[in-house]
C-alpha cells in the first residue's frame, strides 16, 4: 500500500510538472506574440488626419479672431485721432485766441 501511495504521488508529480511545462511554453509563446503585436502598434502611423483636420481649424478661427481685433484696433485708433485732432485744433485757437487778447470761448 505504501508502494502504492508512492506511486501515485510520483504520478501527480510527473503530471503537475508536464502541466507546469506545458503552462510555461504557452506563456512564453504569449509573451511572444504580444511582443510582435507591440511591435506592429508601435511601427504602424498614427491617424493623424483628423487631428491635423481639428488643428487646422483651430488655428484658422484664431485667425479670423485675429483678423476681427486688428481691424476693430485700427477703427478705434482712427477715432482716437480724429478725435485728438478736434481737440489739439480747439487748443490751438484758445491759445492763439490767448495770444491775440481775445476772451477764450
Not at 2 to 18: D, F, G, H, N, Y
Not at 24 to 39: D, G, W
Not at 72 to 101: L, P, Y
Request: hydrophobic share 40%; glycine share 2%; net charge negative.
Amino acid at each position: 500500500m505504501a508502494k502504492e501511495i508512492t506511486s501515485s504521488v510520483e504520478a501527480l508529480e510527473a503530471e503537475a510538472q508536464r502541466i507546469l511545462e506545458e503552462a510555461k511554453v504557452r506563456a512564453s509563446e504569449i509573451t511572444l506574440q504580444a511582443r510582435e503585436e507591440a511591435k506592429k502598434i508601435v511601427s504602424s502611423p498614427l491617424p493623424l488626419d483628423d487631428i491635423e483636420r481639428e488643428c487646422d481649424k483651430i488655428v484658422d478661427k484664431a485667425r479670423e479672431d485675429a483678423e476681427k481685433r486688428i481691424k476693430d484696433s485700427q477703427h478705434k485708433a482712427m477715432q482716437i485721432i480724429v478725435t485728438a485732432d478736434s481737440k489739439v485744433r480747439g487748443v490751438i485757437e484758445r491759445v492763439v485766441d490767448m495770444v491775440r487778447g481775445e476772451k477764450p470761448t
